[in-house]
C-alpha cells in the first residue's frame, strides 16, 4: 500500500522510467579503430609506440551492452603488439575480459562481458571498447593496416556499422635539430686569373651519426670560377663529382662518422675582369628514411679581382677615370652617377651607394679593417682594396 504522495511520485517516476527504457529508439553506432599515438620513428622508444583502439561513441543503457567480441586483422611483421590497456576503456567495466595476439594468425583478439553471473548490467559510457599497444618495427615506408575481422555483440540492441580500417604509418617529427646543412668556414675568398684557392665547408648532421648518401649541388659562374677538385675529410668518402645541366657540379658522397666533416672545394679563377661570384650549396638528395626533417642551402661570395688591383687607403693615392675620381680615399662621380658596394674580407656586403654627378662616398668612414669596394658606372665595373689602419 502507498502510503504517502511522495511514496506515488516516486513510484510513478521509476515506472516513467521504466516505459521510456522500454520504447526508447536504439541508435546506429560507426564502429571505427582509433590511432591514440602517432609515431614518430626518430623519437625514443616510447614515441615509436602504437596504440589503437577501437571506438563506437557514446554508449546508451537502453542498447543493453552486456558484453562484446571483436576481432582484428594486423601485420605482426611491421607492429609488435603486446599490451593490453583497459583503463579508460568500456572494458575496464567488465568482470570478464581477456585478449589474445595471435601473430600467426594476424590477428587480435578480445572477449568480454559485464558480469559472469548471468544477470549484467547494461554499460552506458561514452569511451574506446579497449585498447592494445606495441611497437612500429617496420621499415620508414611500410605501413601497418588494422581491420575489423569479425564482431558480436549480444543481446546488443543497436545497429552497428563498421568503418574502414585504420592504416598506422610512422613520421619523422620536425626538430630543429634533425637538419643537414653546411658551414663555410671562415677561410680566404679572394683570387685573381691563373690563381687557386681552396674553401672549407663544414657538414652539419646534427642528431645523425653518418650519412650513406648524400648528393650536394654547387652551382657556381663557370665563366669566372673553376671546380679542380673536390675532396674530404677523413670523415668524407666521394663518390662521384659531375658536371651539372647548369653552372655548376654534382657531388655524390657519404658521410662514413660525424668526426668534423668537411668538404674540400678547390677554385681555380681565370677571368681577368673584377667580379664577385656567388657559390650555393644545395642539399638535393639523400639516403631514404634519415632522422632528417631541414635541408637549408648555403651560399658565399668569392671575390674575383681584376689582374691588376687598385689599393688605396688612408694615404693620398688619386685615381681617375671617365666617370669618377678617388681622392684621398674619396670617390667622387664626376660625369656620370656611380653604384658603390662595400664588402667585408670575407666577401659579405655591407653597404650598398648610389651616387649622383658631384655625390661623394668619403671610404675612410668604415672601420679599421681591410675592404673590397666594388664601383660601378657605365656598365664598367672595379673593385679597389681599402685599408683602414
Not at 673590397?372 to 658606372?377: E, G, N
Amino acid at each position: 500500500m502507498i502510503s504517502s504522495r511522495l511514496e506515488l511520485k516516486i513510484f510513478a517516476l521509476g515506472l516513467l522510467i521504466l516505459l521510456s527504457n522500454s520504447f526508447a529508439e536504439s541508435k546506429t553506432y560507426n564502429l571505427d579503430i582509433q590511432d591514440r599515438n602517432p609515431i614518430d620513428l626518430c623519437g625514443k622508444e616510447f614515441q615509436k609506440q602504437v596504440i589503437i583502439a577501437p571506438y563506437m561513441g557514446d554508449i546508451i543503457e537502453s542498447d543493453n551492452l552486456i558484453g562484446f567480441e571483436i576481432s582484428l586483422n594486423y601485420d605482426p611483421e611491421i607492429v609488435s603488439m603486446n599490451q593490453k590497456l583497459f583503463i579508460n576503456t568500456v572494458s575496464n567495466y567488465f568482470e570478464h575480459k581477456n585478449i589474445i595476439f595471435d601473430v600467426e594468425r594476424k590477428e587480435i583478439v578480445f572477449d568480454g562481458i559485464a558480469s559472469i553471473k548471468g544477470n549484467p548490467n547494461p554499460i552506458s559510457v561514452d569511451l574506446p571498447l579497449f585498447a592494445v599497444a606495441g611497437d612500429f618495427i617496420g621499415d620508414c615506408d611500410d605501413e601497418a593496416l588494422f581491420t575489423v575481422n569479425y564482431i558480436y555483440f549480444p543481446e546488443f540492441k543497436g545497429e552497428i556499422e563498421v568503418q574502414d580500417g585504420i592504416t598506422i604509418k610512422g613520421d619523422i617529427v620536425d626538430k630543429p635539430t634533425r637538419e643537414i646543412s653546411f658551414k663555410v668556414l671562415e677561410t680566404e675568398r679572394l683570387i685573381k686569373k691563373d690563381s687557386s684557392l681552396t674553401v672549407e665547408v663544414e657538414l652539419k648532421l646534427g642528431e645523425l651519426n653518418s650519412l650513406e648518401f648524400w648528393k650536394t649541388e654547387i652551382s657556381i659562374d663557370t665563366d669566372s670560377l673553376d671546380i679542380d677538385n673536390i675532396t674530404g675529410s677523413s670523415s668524407i668518402e666521394i663518390l662521384e663529382v659531375t658536371k651539372s645541366e647548369e653552372d655548376g657540379y654534382l657531388v655524390d658522397f657519404r658521410v662514413i662518422d660525424n668526426e668534423n666533416p668537411k668538404l674540400l672545394i678547390e677554385l681555380t679563377s681565370h677571368k681577368t675582369d673584377s667580379s664577385i661570384v656567388n657559390i650555393d650549396l644545395t642539399t638535393i638528395e639523400t639516403t631514404e628514411c634519415i632522422c632528417a626533417t631541414r635541408f637549408p642551402s648555403s651560399s658565399f661570395n668569392i671575390i674575383n679581382l681584376e689582374t691588376k688591383v687598385e689599393d688605396t687607403n688612408t694615404t693620398n693615392i688619386e685615381y681617375y677615370s671617365d666617370s669618377y675620381e678617388i681622392v684621398n680615399g674619396n670617390i667622387i662621380a664626376t660625369k656620370n652617377s656611380v653604384d658603390i658596394e662595400v664588402f667585408n674580407i670575407n666577401g659579405v656586403l655591407l653597404e650598398k651607394k648610389y651616387c649622383n654627378i658631384n655625390q661623394v662616398y668619403n671610404t675612410k668612414q668604415n672601420k679599421l679593417g681591410m675592404y673590397f669596394i666594388k664601383i660601378t658606372s657605365d656598365n664598367r665595373t672595379k673593385i679597389i682594396k681599402q685599408i683602414n689602419n
